[in-house]
């Protein structure tokens, strides 16, 4: 098995053609390229999502459709559209009890201020705002690029794809929150 940021490989080629790229400094891997080389769907938990329908969860470069259940983890993940719609527990662990232990500080901080609320409500209605102006168009990218990937070949066609796989990632910076703020 290979692995390049945690992320598994489907064999030994992907894993020198990442290795290469790293090394070289002149482009860096995002998770777009890097589920094309993956042997599962990737999540992007470097960034926390501000609405359920743009988690962009990838497989091949297109938003993924199917269930996974990773190793190790206690939940089976029913994704669509690259939308995790639903976690299940796993029927092994459901069975199992567990007790929580909540620690008081770690509560106390957890109490939203009216201004921690006021920014929440400016927040949904630029989400609501992000959405209208890109949300369809953001949606039909990866479509888009499959199309155009089959003229690489031609100057134009290889510009025309670096471009769109900008665009999509600007727009995705746009939708997306950083866990940072």
Do not use: W
Not at 15 to 31: M, R
Not at 144 to 154: C, D
Request: glycine content about 4%.
């Amino acid at each position: 098995m290979y692995f390049f940021k945690g992320i598994r490989l489907r064999d030994s080629l992907d894993y020198v053609a990442c290795i290469q790229n790293s090394k070289s400094k002149t482009y860096e891997f995002t998770y777009d390229p890097l589920s094309m080389c993956s042997a599962h769907p990737i999540i992007n938990i470097d960034k926390q999502y501000k609405q359920s329908n743009k988690q962009g969860i990838l497989l091949n470069s297109e938003l993924y459709t199917g269930s996974i259940a990773p190793l190790g983890s206690e939940y089976i993940y029913v994704i669509e559209k690259g939308n995790l719609i639903e976690k299940k527990l796993s029927k092994s662990i459901a069975s199992t009890q567990v007790t929580k232990v909540i620690n008081l500080q770690e509560a106390s901080c957890d109490i939203e201020t009216k201004e921690e609320k006021d920014n929440r409500v400016d927040e949904a209605e630029l989400e609501d705002l992000l959405e209208e102006i890109f949300g369809e168009f953001y949606q039909k990218i990866p479509l888009h690029l499959k199309s155009l990937k089959k003229f690489k070949h031609i100057q134009s066609g290889e510009t025309s794809y670096d471009i769109l796989s900008y665009i999509k990632e600007t727009i995705s910076e746009l939708l997306l929150k950083e866990t940072n703020s």
